[in-house]
């Protein structure tokens, strides 16, 4: 059984920088796709970034290009999630997905297609 553990949130004034970690266990086939969702309240869950495991291509959604990036530690089965010039829309939970297979950009707007959820992460921007 897949399990993933999320890590690194917390509360953070607008410009500042965070980085979220996602430690996903249980895996037993050699290939992957870990995604990283937000959900703020009163708001659909959003899907903003994601890594595959087979050559670590990486997604993102509009509303975090160039402000968030997305890596893997590939011996641990971790992706982290940096995220820089952080402004209060970005307050949410923040959800790590896995599922054992390799999807494209298309998944981020299908959270139902993961499996396997962490717990969530609080982030949240505010001076």
């Known amino acids: 059984q897949v399990q993933v553990a999320e890590s690194g949130g917390g509360l953070v004034q607008p410009g500042g920088s965070l980085r979220l970690s996602c430690a996903a266990s249980?895996?037993?086939?050699?290939?992957?796709?870990i995604a990283w969702f937000r959900q703020a309240p009163g708001k659909e869950r959003e899907g903003i970034s994601l890594?595959?495991?087979?050559?670590?291509?990486?997604s993102y959604a509009d509303s975090v290009k160039g402000r968030f990036t997305i890596t893997r530690d590939a011996a641990a089965n971790t992706a982290f999630l940096q995220m820089n010039n952080l402004n209060p829309e970005d307050t949410a939970v923040y959800y790590c997905?896995?599922?054992?297979?390799?999807?494209?950009?298309?998944?981020?707007?299908?959270?139902?297609?993961?499996?396997?959820w962490g717990q969530g992460t609080q982030v949240t921007v505010s001076s």
């Open positions: 997905a896995v599922q054992e297979r390799i999807f494209g950009s298309l998944s981020l707007r299908y959270p139902s297609w993961y499996k396997n």
């Open positions: 249980g895996l037993t086939v050699g290939f992957y796709t």
């Open positions: 890594i595959v495991s087979s050559d670590s291509t990486t």
